[in-house]
């Protein structure tokens, strides 16, 4: 039965310069051996010893990944397509592949200069990279720096989701944006700052959260999308959207002084889900705002995204497909951890249980937002409101403030008593169980969770500071710094 094999790059020097060969087998195992009697240099490197296919070598029937079929043992009909994928020699085809209409002009031939006389890029790889379209999903952290560098390169088209607005407490990370932006619309500032760098790229804005509505929209008629979010709902969100769409989806993510990055492409490899099948429950992992980060983490991380973007667009080196990326600031350490693709994924699997996008605040635990809205007469929370007038009358119920002491030494409130979220459980009797008690922290998101922990040590006389001493500060008393 006459198949065809397809030789990647890298083992074309063994066959002679083919890069496909037609070989007679009824099941992948006879077609590859097959292969290896005609080419016995090949065969060095794709079998080991034992005549076993050597681990790093994984082989696609079509468009599937042999391991979610029956392996070696995969029947084959006439003209089927084999393909040999060696996990060390990353090498895919360019993602941009017709350039024909793309021109650089003058001004262009110079300002790329330093990538036009490098063969890997030269000016066809300058033609791809502006004949690409590229999506970030947001313009904050990680999206800062690497819409930045692709502008700087010349990617043609950068597309970016964003709705927020520039904070003061951005500017220690969100580079993209200046002093003078804060209360602007990060959009509008993000692009302002991209057509300054360079204004031969087409910069297009979506001034929108993305949504399980808006994402096949929005992400179809891009090459490339970037994640740049910092939550989970949008993270399976825009993972899922990219493999019904069958697009590359560039991961990056930060925290604190670490960071991982990825290239999920699931018709290369295994995607998100295959590596985190289910959300952490929500509090697990707390956020940036609440965890911290390094101002320049995201900095390394963007730009290992960004980096991966413009490797894709050109097809050169090894991209991060099935690779976790595990970045470490404070020991300066790369880690390198192997994925792969989980024949069970729900989404990119061979047997798919999710076909559409589907409601993720639902599938990440969270309350939808009409439901936050109703917390508004929750009995277990107190607003700085009234706090603020039980204090001016007289009364001084116990409020613990559960943040940590280097966050108490910015900002504290009036007749506090400090006991860190961690060190709550071994102090439990210097919390009383017969009077008021009431938590607060930063935001009233830690508090909340000491709460409920307190809840199953059998406390009934809790309440909850909603907004915690960031309320206070813009409500109460702005002399409190918000931090
Ligand atoms: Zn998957």
Redesign the pocket.
Known sequence: MPVTILVPNALQKYTGNSEAITVEGGNVGEALKSLAISYPELKKHIFNEQNELRQFVNVYVGNDDMRSLQGEETPLNSGDELTIVPSIAGGLDALIEDVSDTNLNKDELLRYSRHLIMPEVALDGQKRLKAAKVLCIGAGGLGSPLALYLAAAGVGTLGIVEFDVVDYTNLQRQIIHGTEDVGRPKLQSAMDTLMSINPFVNVIGYEEPITSENAMRIIEPYDIVIDGTDNFPTRYLVNDAC?LLGKPNVYGSIFRFEGQASVFW?EKG?????LYPEPPPPGMVPSCAEGGVLGILPGTIGLIQATEAVKLILGIGEPLIGRLVLYNALKMQFRELKLR??PD?????PNPTITELIDYQEFCGLPKQSEEVVSDNNPLEITVVELKQRFDNGERPIVIDVRETYEYDIASMPFTKLIPMNEVHAHLDEIPRDQEVILHCRSGKRSQTVLEYLQTQGYTNLKNLKGGITAWSNEIDPSVPTY
């Open positions: 493999v699931a295994p995607c998100y889900r295959c693709k989980d994924c729900p989404i990119c699997g």
